[in-house]
C-alpha cells in the first residue's frame, strides 16, 4: 500500500495496512480500527504524519493492537493518542523524527539513528515507551518527560552515552545531564530488564514542593494544637 501526496483518514473497523506500507509526503489518520503487520512487514514514512487516534483493540492481536513491524521514519512525526491497545514496533530507523505519545504502554523497537538524525519524544504522565536497543549517532529530544515514562534495556542505555546527545527541547539549546537533569533508576518493566529514565526536579521546583508541605504541617499543627 502506497499513500502519497495526500490526506487520508482511516474510519473502518477492521485492519489498516496489512502489508507494508508507504506513506509519502502525506498525512493519515486512523480514526478507527487498527495497525498491524505480518512478520517483515514495514511501515515507512517520508515527510508524512502519521496519526493514531483510535481506542480499537482486538483481542486476536496478543497485546499488539497497533503493530508496526519496522518503522521507518524520515523527517516524519508518528502521533499516538489512544486510550488503549499498545502500539509496538520491532525496530525503527530514524532519519528526523517526532514521536508524540499519550497512550499507556508501547514500544519503539531498536533505534537506528542515520548519522545526524533526531528523535523527539513527547510522552504524557501515563505513556510508557521501551527502547530495546539503539546504534548509529544522532540526538534524542526529551522535551516532555517525567517518571517511568521513557525505559531502557541495559543495552540501550549503554549505547546513549557514546552515541547520543541529548536535548530537552526542540531548538536544542538546553542539554540534559545524567545527574542533573535526569537519572537511570533500574528496574524491570513488563518483564524486561533495564532502566527507567526520570527527570529530576529543577531546584526551585523542589523548593515549591518543600514550601507547600511546610505549610500544610503548620496549618496541622495550629488545628492541633
Given at each position: 500500500?502506497?499513500?502519497?501526496?495526500?490526506?487520508?483518514?482511516?474510519?473502518?473497523i477492521g485492519?489498516?495496512?496489512s502489508?507494508?506500507?508507504?506513506?509519502e509526503?502525506?498525512v493519515?489518520?486512523?480514526?478507527n480500527g487498527?495497525?498491524?503487520?505480518?512478520?517483515?512487514?514495514t511501515?515507512?514514512?517520508?515527510?508524512?504524519?502519521?496519526?493514531?487516534?483510535?481506542?480499537?483493540?482486538?483481542?486476536?492481536?496478543?497485546?499488539n493492537?497497533?503493530?508496526?513491524?519496522?518503522?521507518?521514519?524520515?523527517?516524519?512525526?508518528?502521533?499516538?493518542?489512544?486510550?488503549?491497545?499498545v502500539?509496538?514496533?520491532?525496530?525503527?530507523?530514524l532519519?528526523?523524527?517526532?514521536?508524540?505519545v499519550?497512550?499507556?504502554?508501547g514500544?519503539?523497537?531498536?533505534?537506528?539513528?542515520?548519522?545526524?538524525?533526531s528523535?523527539?519524544?513527547?510522552?504524557?504522565?501515563?505513556?510508557?515507551i521501551?527502547?530495546?536497543g539503539?546504534?548509529?549517532?544522532?540526538?534524542l529530544?526529551?522535551?516532555?518527560?517525567?517518571?517511568?515514562?521513557?525505559?531502557?534495556?541495559?543495552?540501550?542505555?549503554?549505547?546513549i552515552?557514546?552515541n547520543?546527545?541529548?536535548?530537552?527541547?526542540?531548538?536544542?539549546?538546553?542539554?540534559?545531564?545524567?545527574?542533573?537533569?535526569?537519572?537511570?533508576v533500574?528496574?524491570?518493566?513488563?518483564?524486561?530488564?533495564?532502566?527507567?529514565?526520570?527527570?529530576?526536579?529543577?531546584?526551585?521546583?523542589c523548593?515549591?514542593?518543600?514550601?507547600?508541605?511546610?505549610?500544610?504541617?503548620?496549618?496541622?499543627?495550629r488545628r492541633?494544637a
Amino acid at each position: 500500500m502506497t499513500l502519497k501526496n495526500i490526506t487520508f483518514n482511516y474510519n473502518g473497523i477492521g485492519q489498516f495496512g496489512s502489508n507494508n506500507v508507504v506513506i509519502e509526503d502525506a498525512v493519515v489518520n486512523v480514526n478507527n480500527g487498527y495497525l498491524a503487520t505480518v512478520g517483515g512487514d514495514t511501515y515507512s514514512l517520508k515527510n508524512s504524519t502519521l496519526n493514531i487516534a483510535s481506542t480499537y483493540t482486538d483481542g486476536t492481536l496478543t497485546n499488539n493492537s497497533f503493530k508496526l513491524g519496522t518503522l521507518t521514519m524520515e523527517n516524519s512525526s508518528l502521533k499516538i493518542a489512544q486510550a488503549s491497545g499498545v502500539v509496538a514496533a520491532d525496530s525503527t530507523a530514524l532519519t528526523g523524527a517526532n514521536v508524540v505519545v499519550a497512550s499507556s504502554l508501547g514500544s519503539l523497537g531498536a533505534l537506528t539513528f542515520a548519522d545526524g538524525a533526531s528523535l523527539e519524544l513527547q510522552l504524557s504522565d501515563t505513556a510508557k515507551i521501551l527502547i530495546t536497543g539503539i546504534s548509529g549517532s544522532g540526538d534524542l529530544i526529551l522535551s516532555d518527560f517525567g517518571t517511568e515514562n521513557l525505559f531502557l534495556t541495559a543495552s540501550a542505555k549503554e549505547s546513549i552515552a557514546g552515541n547520543l546527545d541529548i536535548f530537552g527541547d526542540a531548538a536544542k539549546t538546553k542539554s540534559l545531564v545524567e545527574g542533573v537533569d535526569f537519572e537511570f533508576v533500574e528496574a524491570t518493566h513488563n518483564g524486561v530488564n533495564g532502566y527507567w529514565v526520570n527527570a529530576i526536579p529543577e531546584p526551585s521546583t523542589c523548593a515549591a514542593l518543600f514550601g507547600a508541605l511546610a505549610l500544610a504541617f503548620a496549618a496541622y499543627r495550629r488545628r492541633n494544637a
